[in-house]
């Protein structure tokens, strides 16, 4: 997984790339995609398919990590 951080003019975001979102991520993986998420307040994946289960544990990252009322 590469991070590129910093991704436009106005100095936030990051864009997330060489991450293959059609399989399940390691713990490893979501531990780094919610400090970049935390750090950047943005992440962009660069991704042609990615799995439900994938997304959903993706956006469970950041409804744990901001506690978003469900």
């Known amino acids: 997984m ?3 951080k910093n ?3 106005y ?3 990051a864009k997330i790339e ?8 390691s713990e490893e993986q979501i531990n780094e995609i ?11 994946f660069q991704t042609k398919k990615l799995r439900m ?3 959903l544990d993706l956006l469970g990252i950041l409804v744990i990590t901001v506690k978003i009322p469900i």
């Open 2 to 4: 590469k991070v590129t």
């Open 7 to 9: 991704i436009d003019s």
């Open 11 to 13: 100095n936030f975001g």
């Open 34 to 44: 919610r400090q970049t998420w935390i750090d950047n307040q943005v992440v962009f």
């Open 18 to 25: 060489d991450l293959d979102l059609s399989k399940e991520l």
């Open 53 to 55: 289960k994938t997304l």
